[in-house]
Structure formats: structure tokens, C-alpha cells
């Protein structure tokens, strides 16, 4: 088993649509979870961490986490062309306290 | 500006040139990453360092050297490259490790 795995996609949504990208993991103890967003060609950059259990807001982006079920999920509200991206779901564990692993990606394309 | 730089960002080399990346931050970031991307595998981690002269290896350390002389520079080393180190290569930082990581922009490396 991957230790975080992502649905590769690619996965298409209608403009104004809600986009729903999702990440499980392995390692029961991991602690801190990220989403990169990386535009072709570029390097990724971060769009949202968590660390606690339920949701976190920002702005048309909300970071869901669900540590029992082991389970990170982003939802981006009022999809725009300018989503499209590859999302990297990316999580820090105890047993890889250093390591920050990522999952595949999963590539977004927003449809006008 | 806060970045991290890297060079060169494109690189065609042969079998068994030894070859170096330079990496450099200037946000006094203590914790410096390597990672390769490579089509359905996403990023994975050569090496990382938590400060000046202490480095361990990541998740695919193999055919690859760093050091960590200054707080600010982690260069990439490749004594002896092979068609399958063929990649694009990110250096990233952050404060901490469970902190935001700061990429750099990527180097495309090709070994022919």
C-alpha cells in the first residue's frame, strides 16, 4: 500500500462547479497535511494545510480531514479555469517526523 | 525577495559525468529537501537536511550525494549519472519540517 495515494484523475469540472480531490494515507500517526497545487511545468506551491480533525476554510478552498478514517479531502468552491492544476496531497508522519511524502497528484481541469 | 533558487534549470548531460545542482535559500530556513518527479510516481525525496552539516537520506538516495556546508546552500551531487536519474529535480525548503516547504523553480535534467 502507498503511503499516501491519490485518485491520478485526471478529473473534469464544469466552471462554478465545486471540485472535490481526495487523499488517503497510511501511517495512522501522521500529524501534519498539506495541498500543493502545481500548474504545468511550474513547481508546486501551497494552497492549504491542517493538522486537526474537521474543516478549514479558506477563501473558496476548504482543507477536510478525518484522522480516524485516515482521510484528507480538498473541495474548491466556484471552480475557476484558473484551478486547472495537478493537486498534491502531501503528509508528514511520526514514524518519517522529517519526511514529507506526497502522493501521485491528481490532474484538475475545469471546463468553461 | 524570499526564494529558492536553483541551477541550472535545464541540463543535457552523458552517462558517468559527474555533475552538480546548486540550491540556495535566503529565508534562513534550517530544514533544505531534495525530490525527484518522474510521470505517475509524483515527488519523491532524495535527501534532506535539518541543519548545517546534518543530512540523511529520503525515499530514493540512491546515485546521489548532498552536503550542507552553509545554512543557506544544499547542492545536489551526481558522481556518476545514469539514463535513469533522467528527471525533473526540486529543492525545497522550510522553517521546520512540518512547516510550509518553499520550492524552487526545478531543474530538467536528461542523461543520454
Known amino acids: 500500500q502507498k503511503e499516501v495515494e491519490q485518485n491520478s484523475g485526471p478529473l473534469s469540472v464544469p466552471e462554478g462547479a465545486i471540485a472535490s480531490l481526495n487523499c488517503t494515507y497510511s501511517?495512522?500517526?501522521?500529524?501534519?497535511f498539506f495541498w500543493y497545487r502545481q500548474y504545468s511545468g511550474k513547481s508546486p506551491e501551497l494552497i492549504m494545510f491542517?493538522?486537526?480533525?474537521g474543516d478549514k476554510e479558506d477563501g473558496r478552498f476548504t482543507a477536510q480531514l478525518n484522522k480516524a478514517s485516515q482521510y484528507v479531502s480538498l473541495l474548491i468552491r466556484d471552480s475557476q479555469p484558473s484551478d486547472s492544476a495537478t493537486y498534491l496531497c502531501?503528509?508528514?508522519?511520526?514514524?518519517?517526523?522529517?519526511?514529507?511524502?506526497f502522493g501521485q497528484g491528481t490532474r484538475l481541469t475545469i471546463n468553461p | 525577495e524570499a526564494q529558492v533558487t536553483q541551477n541550472p534549470r535545464y541540463l543535457i548531460t552523458v552517462t558517468g559525468k559527474k555533475l552538480t545542482v546548486t540550491c540556495s535559500q535566503n529565508?534562513?530556513?534550517?530544514?533544505m529537501s531534495w525530490y525527484r518527479q518522474d510521470p505517475g510516481l509524483g515527488l519523491r525525496q532524495i535527501y534532506y537536511?535539518?541543519?548545517?552539516?546534518?543530512?540523511d537520506k529520503g525515499d530514493v538516495p540512491e546515485g546521489y550525494k548532498v552536503s550542507r556546508k552553509e545554512k543557506r546552500n544544499f547542492p545536489l551531487i551526481l558522481e556518476s549519472p545514469s539514463p535513469n536519474q533522467t528527471s525533473l529535480y526540486f529543492c525545497?525548503?522550510?522553517?521546520?519540517?512540518?512547516?510550509?516547504?518553499?520550492f524552487g523553480p526545478g531543474t530538467r535534467l536528461t542523461v543520454t
Open positions: 537536511s535539518m541543519n548545517v552539516e546534518v543530512t
Open positions: 525545497a525548503s522550510s522553517l521546520v519540517p512540518g512547516n510550509e516547504q518553499y
Open positions: 502531501a503528509v508528514i508522519g511520526i514514524q518519517g517526523a522529517q519526511k514529507l511524502v
Open positions: 501511517d495512522r500517526g501522521s500529524q501534519s
Open positions: 491542517i493538522y486537526s480533525n
Open positions: 529565508m534562513n530556513h534550517e530544514y
